[in-house]
């Protein structure tokens, strides 16, 4: 088991810990995401306030960093930066790469469903460590599109 805890400035988060067998260690030091198969990769800052999200993927900063539900948001149409607008095309299996700092985690998706922007329980910690990308649904302001994934085994 790798222990884990992370100091970020004034704050630190108490962190599960993640068999090493899942970690892969990088030499440099990034906050990225990756997704394969819709050619996405790029930037997360914590945050999912509009200025943010006009730049970045957003992350729910109440979510863990490295374990736990990682929780990201992103537009997905009409902003200069649409992240997530392939996001409707993950199926069950697809792989998501994310990276902290010098850590490589990866992800299988394995839900996907329509949740109302009401919905907070997705965004919640969880022991479980996945990932949670969050973006809206076309034209149904009322609704958001909610990926999640598994750490690989």
Request: charged share 30%; proline share 3%.
């Amino acid at each position: 088991m790798f222990p884990l805890s992370i100091c970020l400035g004034k704050k630190t988060q108490t962190i599960y810990k993640i068999p090493t067998t899942k970690i892969t260690k990088t030499t440099k030091e990034t906050w990225e995401i990756e997704i394969p198969k819709i050619n996405l990769k790029a930037e997360i800052k914590d945050g999912t306030d509009q200025e943010n999200l006009n730049k970045n993927i957003g992350h729910f900063i109440e979510s863990g960093y490295i374990n736990g539900n990682i929780c990201l948001a992103a537009h997905n149409r009409g902003y200069k930066v649409n992240y997530f607008q392939n996001l409707k095309q993950l199926e069950k299996g697809d792989k998501i790469i994310y990276k902290y700092k010098d850590i490589e985690l990866v992800y299988i998706v394995d839900t996907k469903k329509i949740i109302k922007d009401t919905d907070i329980q997705v965004i919640k910690p969880t022991k479980e460590n996945k990932i949670t990308l969050i973006t809206c649904v076309e034209n149904q302001p009322e609704y958001r599109r909610c990926i999640q994934g598994k750490l690989k085994i």
